[in-house]
């Protein structure tokens, strides 16, 4: 059984140009891209290929050469009590 904050899904919104991300209890956030490091600058067009680590922990754009750490980026981007409550932990 993966851990809930285990990501099990990401897609590029271009509409709203965030990056969605889906955990495994269920829990979901967006993350504007301009916050992910390595993709401020990047086309729209190389944003869809998201893959998402086998542990969920880390997110990768090949085509960009862009890994990003989850838990870091969104304590980053929300701060940890935040991302606690997103996949419910302690934190």
Known sequence: MRDASAVVDAHYDK?????????DGGSAISIPR???PGLERASTSKLDAILVSPAGDALSWPSLDVDVHVPGLVQRVFGSRLFAATTRRRG
């Not at 509409?15 to 955990?23: A, E």
């Open 15 to 23: 509409s709203r140009d965030r990056v969605d991300l889906m955990f």
């Open 34 to 36: 301009n916050m992910i």
